[in-house]
């Protein structure tokens, strides 16, 4: 068990912000016209755009790298969220049902957002509306008076997502071949088509669910010794379980209106750094936010240049990469996460 002191808070997120900012540079010089780092930080900080460099790295290759990095620490923030409310670390962000509220209302728009005279850009929209009424659907089906039952959040969320798979599939069955291809793309998770004005409103909601997140971050750790024991070390369990798992619902829900279903990030990024830096949330919470999204920097990086002028879905690099990193840290942290008290000082 490894105890926080403010040195080692410190100096790891002093270690993952500078992690963070070597992959931004990575990604920015990265493309079918390379660019020195020290090139990439003139254009960055240099006054004027007229020059070339200057109108790649700001104009094309920023807008997407800053996305990838909101959408990274929004899916693992709340990764961590859910792993500490259900008490369970495989648990990831799309395991409540609110990803597949969000993935039904962008495939309904996708479907039918051309007859009814909307574009592309209605897309993220519908799907953080369908977030929010899946967020709702948890409240009333699994809330049982003041209460809401984590199982019944599991059971709901499992229903959910099944029903909001078929239903994308009907709905891809109904739509044109443009249209199936553009759902597949978006169900696989791809960056390509983020537009930078959703780029505030993304920043809002991750800042809004970290805030709350760290706040609470003693509260996840008693949760960790399970309901009981933590009411009576005097943590309100029920109220911060309703204002974590909106926190946690809403900045999922702005990642998937954004980018498509990317899967893994949320799962193995708290996973590995509760297995590095311990099981304290005080840290957990901030040091996954700057992991998750140097990670996703790093595999849109890989998605946009791996295949030379083709581009790949970022969800495919982030499970091809994820999958077999996550089973490495599945068998050596197996018995990491039933360690009782860890974490709590």
Not at 4 to 23: C, D, E, G, K, Q
Not at 137 to 159: D, E
Not at 180 to 189: A, Q
Not at 292 to 301: E, K, M, R, S
Request: net charge positive.
């Amino acid at each position: 068990m490894k105890h926080l002191t403010p040195t080692r808070f410190t100096v790891s997120l002093i270690l993952l912000a500078t992690f963070l900012l070597a992959t931004v540079i990575f990604s920015l010089g990265m493309g079918p016209s390379p660019i020195g780092p020290g090139e990439v930080w003139h254009a960055l900080f240099s006054e004027g755009t007229g020059s070339p460099v200057a109108d790649i790295v700001r104009g094309i290759r920023l807008p997407r790298t800053l996305l990838a990095a909101l959408v990274g620490a929004c899916l693992a923030c709340a990764g961590v969220i859910f792993q500490a409310l259900l008490r369970n670390p495989l648990a990831d962000p799309f395991i409540l049902g609110v990803s597949g509220g969000a993935a039904l209302g962008a495939i309904a728009m996708l479907s039918f957002g051309s007859t009814l005279g909307l574009g592309y850009a209605a897309v993220p929209p519908a799907a953080f509306a369908g977030s929010l009424l899946t967020l709702l659907l948890l409240f009333l089906v699994a809330g049982r008076g003041s209460r809401v039952s984590a199982t019944g959040l599991l059971l709901t969320g499992v229903v959910f997502n099944a029903f909001a798979s078929a239903a994308i599939v009907f709905l891809a069955s109904l739509s044109g071949m443009l249209e199936g291809s553009r759902i597949f793309v978006w169900l696989v998770g791809n960056l390509s088509a983020a537009r930078l004005d959703v780029a505030p409103w993304l920043a809002i909601f991750l800042g809004v669910g970290l805030s709350c997140a760290f706040i609470s971050a003693r509260g996840l750790n008693a949760l960790a010794l399970g309901e009981e024991t933590a009411e009576q070390l005097g943590v309100s369990t029920e109220s911060q379980r309703r204002v974590l798992l909106v926190a946690g619902s809403l900045m999922v829900g702005a990642a998937v209106s954004v980018s498509g279903l990317i899967g893994f990030v949320g799962l193995i990024i708290p996973h590995a750094l509760r297995l590095v830096l311990g099981p304290d949330h005080r840290l957990l919470v901030p040091a996954s936010a700057l992991a998750g999204a140097a990670f996703l920097v790093v595999c849109d990086t890989l998605a946009r240049t791996l295949l030379g002028g083709r581009e790949l879905p970022v969800g495919a690099i982030t499970a091809l990469l994820g999958g077999p990193v996550f089973l490495l840290l599945l068998r050596r942290g197996q018995q990491s996460w039933t360690t009782p008290g860890a974490g709590i000082r």
